[in-house]
């Protein structure tokens, strides 16, 4: 399995609910649900191998078969009945007692749109984003690299929105990518430039950093009001950008009460 990224964030997730007792409940609960991606994906790729191939830009959610996953889905909402929190959980049971055609049509719905499905409840959306995830992820890992024109501020291989943004160690200085919410691919990204509206203009790009989460930071448009949070691994060499977008629940608090709203709320809805 490729460079143990699932044990990382799992450790990750484990090692901030420690420190971090506001977030807790939702670290450990993404690390109950990241050991179930994590054998999902161990089981797609025995199967059908770490072999690349090509698949042209953007149109990795084409590949997605979600009858290659339904066997898994009943344990699935099983295990978020168990541990999500009550909301979800409700929603999950609640979904469990469908047949199996509906479960298909909300799992195909979700993986041919890139944006919220208009025909699903948002908990089916979460709960379908969470399960494809590992598919989507092996499906990322097993394509040959794409070339990008640009700065694209939707993933080149799925076209989903980016859930965070990183910093990462280049020369003297850090270069910026984007993660995507769905595949997890990482690509570059321009330094000064809204992730959502392509704003350029300095005076209309607001950062913002806490004394608490220093590595990590708001990166907010005054133009079209969204924002993004982005992990500085050149500050701490030992963050999981996925996860510690999740820890740093005040930095959303400080989003909202300035106006700005998320492009890509994550696994907690936040």
């Known amino acids: ?41 161990a089981e797609i790729e025995t199967k059908y191998g770490t072999a690349k191939k090509v698949r042209p830009s953007g149109t990795l959610r084409h590949h997605l078969d979600e009858r290659l996953l339904l066997p898994h889905f009943v344990p699935f909402l099983s295990l978020i009945e168990q541990n999500a929190p009550p909301s979800l959980s409700q929603s999950a049971h609640e979904l469990r007692s469908r047949d199996v055609g509906h479960w298909r049509q909300i799992l195909r719905e979700f993986s041919e749109c890139p944006d919220s499905p208009v025909g699903l409840e948002p908990a089916e959306e ?46 003297d200085g850090a270069k910026r990518s984007l993660i995507c919410a769905l595949c997890a691919h990482e690509w570059a990204y321009r330094r000064i430039l809204c992730h959502a509206c392509g704003e350029e203009d300095v005076r209309k790009l607001e950062i913002y950093t806490a004394h608490d ?15 993004i949070k982005t992990v500085d691994l050149t500050k701490d060499g030992h963050a999981v950008p996925v996860v510690d977008e999740l820890a740093t629940i005040p930095l959303n608090l400080w989003a909202v009460e300035h106006g700005y709203r998320k492009s890509q709320t994550n696994l907690l809805g936040i």
């Open 1 to 41: 399995m490729k460079d143990g990224k699932w044990d990382l964030r799992i450790r990750r997730a484990n090692l901030l609910a420690s420190v971090h007792s506001f977030a807790s409940q939702g670290l450990l609960f993404f690390g109950r649900i990241t050991q179930f991606q994590k054998l999902l994906y």
């Open 126 to 171: 979460l709960i379908s984003w969470i399960f494809l995830q590992p598919y989507a992820e092996y499906l990322a890992d097993t394509t040959e690299q794409v070339s990008v024109n640009g700065t694209p501020s939707r993933c080149p291989l799925c076209a989903g929105k980016p859930q965070v943004g990183a910093l990462r160690p280049e020369g």
């Open 213 to 227: 989460f220093r590595h990590v930071r708001v990166e907010a448009c005054d133009s079209c009001h969204h924002y």
